[in-house]
């Protein structure tokens, strides 16, 4: 099956996701285990809709978003990110072809750097002690924000 006003919907509710994900971060500082369910649950019926091949194409997702969970896991044991931001992050490559998760990775990150800039001036401005909290779901949700932006820009271009 091949539904663009199907796919295109599904991937508005994915932004929506997003930014809901970026703005609960930033008040709570927690990413649910109930929208990263939705977000990873939203991704085989986006590949249904689109008429993504399960073998090999879906299996490579699923594969990948094994291996970014499996990096970023690393750093939340050391301290450096959330579970939830760990999750989320995994969960929104099954929406992306590989070539896209690498971009993703690398806006997540530059986001993450600036995101990360800001909250430590504001902490020293703020003369606070102790370590200051990094919504980086800010982060995730931007580079896949990015990738939901290109997509829409593509399509309508």
């Known amino acids: 099956m091949n539904n663009l006003a ?6 508005a509710v994915l932004a ?11 008040r709570t ?5 109930k929208l990263v369910i939705v977000v990873a649950l939203l991704a085989p ?3 249904w809709a689109s008429g993504l091949p399960l073998w090999p194409d879906a299996a490579i997702r699923v594969a990948i ?4 969970f499996t990096a970023l896991a690393a750093t939340f044991y050391l301290g450096m990110m959330g579970g939830g931001d760990v999750k989320l992050a995994a969960a929104l490559v099954l929406w992306f072809p ?7 990775l690398v806006m997540m990150s530059i986001a993450g750097g600036v995101l990360t800039l800001v909250v430590l001036i504001a902490h020293k401005i703020r003369r606070r002690e102790g370590r200051p909290e990094i919504p980086y779901g800010v982060a995730i949700a ?9 997509r829409f820009l593509n399509h309508f271009a």
């Open 6 to 11: 199907f796919t295109d919907l599904l991937t």
């Open 45 to 47: 019926l986006y590949w």
């Open 29 to 33: 500082f927690t990413i649910s285990n």
């Open 142 to 150: 931007f580079g896949g924000l990015w990738l939901v932006a290109q």
């Open 98 to 104: 590989p070539s896209a998760t690498l971009f993703f």
């Open 16 to 26: 929506l996701l997003l930014l809901i994900a970026a703005v609960v971060d930033i």
């Open 65 to 68: 978003a094994v291996g970014v």
